[in-house]
């Protein structure tokens, strides 16, 4: 009888802290969600369209070597680090 009711105690409790732990999970979800169709609504700049024609106009030397040097993952290691620096600095006490 005294083992029944320890394993009732023990389920419940199992019960009891899943419960307390999925409901921070999905209001962590939802929050993500909800951020992911915020940004996904951003429109597109018209710049960004400008700059696809602008690189057509790049002569082929110069694009092989720019491929050859990894050029562009250089210029998107930059642009995060600035993108990370300008977030650091936002912060309260650190930046």
């Given at each position: 009888m005294?083992d029944?009711?320890?394993q009732?105690?023990?389920?419940f409790?199992?019960?009891?802290?899943?419960?307390?732990?999925?409901?921070?999970?999905?209001?962590?979800?939802?929050?993500?969600?909800a951020?992911?169709?915020?940004?996904?609504?951003?429109?597109?700049?018209?710049?960004?369209?400008?700059?696809?024609?602008?690189?057509?106009?790049?002569?082929?030397?110069v694009?092989?070597?720019?491929?050859?040097?990894?050029?562009?993952?250089?210029?998107?290691?930059?642009?995060?680090?600035?993108?990370?620096?300008?977030?650091?600095?936002?912060?309260?006490l650190?930046?």
């Open positions: 005294l029944t009711i320890r009732w105690i023990v389920e409790t199992d019960w009891l802290l899943e419960i307390l732990l999925w409901l921070p999970r999905e209001l962590f979800a939802l929050f993500m969600d951020l992911a169709s915020l940004v996904e609504s951003i429109p597109v700049p018209d710049f960004v369209n400008q700059a696809a024609g602008a690189f057509g106009s790049i002569p082929s030397n694009l092989f070597f720019a491929h050859y040097f990894a050029v562009s993952e250089g210029i998107a290691f930059v642009l995060a680090a600035y993108l990370i620096r300008f977030i650091i600095r936002r912060i309260p650190i930046g």
